[in-house]
């Protein structure tokens, strides 16, 4: 992963950790919980009750939340390390689970050595990193041990969603409604403080009227729900604080307006990143085949249905490190 790439998620965590949010696109189905469970239970019964672990891309741990529940319920000892590339998610790693070891490395060089690992696996992580990763991942696996990805399907049903909540947000912030609405507090802050102007203010209260307007076209055109609730958070809030502005701080008005505005632009490129690393059928099967290359038995990929009705949303790539 080049620096720029690197730069791009620690941003995003970084945002998503100041500010709160943290989006989970698909992560809340129950068909990768149910998938997760039985993955890692079968582990903890295979095993011989101290498992080493992998969470590779993890970001804020996710995965590795279900690992430690089957751990304990099955008096198993998961050695686990958490791993990814911002620093800002292993910060929020080590806060959730204290009891992880939590690395920043991308997983295409990763700072562990040979054959340490009985499972890696990853939940929509791996795929953001270049095709080097699969050389890593087997690398690390010791014979006998086992591979678990699941990886973004283009054209799938969170690949859907994404792109939903990705022209939402662009939606949001082409409608300018917080800048807008920024500037309208600052106008009623600057007449508070004797320096403004009633024509000024007005002029912003009708500036944003428009902007008001457009941001309900979206959440017409998408729903409530669009954005984890986001979207529609902000547009009720908004209109709570304009309707009793004098009841408010401005600064600390104007510090929430700039907090959603960033956490709704983070938002919004984890969208597009997770577009841009969905696999179509030929891009997973050249993972398939680099992971086969470094000493894998490959299984057939499969699909893993997600929503209700079911839909295709996820690939499912399995395999085993071969004992020589």
């Known amino acids: 992963m080049n620096s720029t790439d690197a730069q791009a998620w620690e941003d995003y965590w970084e945002r998503t950790r100041r500010a709160g949010v943290v989006p989970e696109i698909g992560a809340r189905d129950p068909a990768l919980r149910d998938y997760w469970l039985a993955f890692f239970t079968s582990c903890a019964l295979a095993d011989d009750g101290h498992t080493r672990l992998l969470d590779l891309g993890c970001g804020h741990g996710a995965v590795t939340a279900l690992a430690e529940s089957v751990a304990r319920n099955n008096l198993r000892h998961f050695r686990i390390t958490c791993l990814d590339i911002s620093d800002a998610a292993v910060d929020l790693v080590?806060?959730?689970?204290?009891?992880?070891?939590?690395?920043?490395?991308?997983?295409?060089?990763?700072?562990?050595?040979?054959?340490?690992?009985?499972?890696?696996?990853?939940?929509?992580?791996?795929?953001?990193?270049?095709?080097?990763?699969?050389?890593?991942?087997?690398?690390?696996?010791?014979?006998?041990?086992?591979?678990?990805?699941?990886?973004?399907?283009?054209?799938?049903?969170?690949?859907?969603?994404?792109?939903?909540?990705r022209d939402a947000l662009d939606g949001v912030r082409d409608s300018g409604v917080l800048r807008a609405f920024i500037r309208l507090v600052e106008e009623s802050l600057a007449l508070r403080q004797g320096r403004g102007s009633r024509g000024a203010f007005e002029q912003a209260d009708r500036d944003l009227a428009p902007c008001v307007k457009a941001m309900e076209a979206v959440l017409e055109a998408h729903g409530k729900a669009i954005g984890g609730g986001l979207v529609f958070r902000t547009y009720a809030d908004i209109a709570h604080m304009y309707r009793k502005m004098n009841a408010f701080e401005p600064t600390e008005v104007i510090a929430w307006a700039e907090k959603v505005e960033a956490a709704m632009a983070a938002w919004r490129e984890r969208m597009q990143s997770m577009l841009d690393a969905a696999l179509d059928e030929t891009a997973l099967g050249a993972w398939r085949d680099r992971l086969a290359a470094g000493g894998l038995s490959m299984d057939e990929p499969a699909r893993l249905a997600l929503g209700e009705p079911g839909r295709d949303g996820a690939w499912i790539l399995r395999g085993k490190k071969v004992s020589r």
């Open 94 to 165: 080590k806060a959730q689970h204290p009891a992880v070891a939590a690395v920043c490395a991308s997983a295409d060089d990763i700072p562990l050595p040979d054959a340490f690992f009985d499972h890696v696996v990853s939940q929509f992580g791996i795929e953001y990193a270049p095709p080097a990763a699969a050389d890593e991942a087997a690398r690390i696996l010791r014979p006998g041990g086992s591979v678990a990805f699941l990886m973004h399907l283009k054209n799938g049903a969170i690949w859907d969603e994404c792109r939903a909540n």
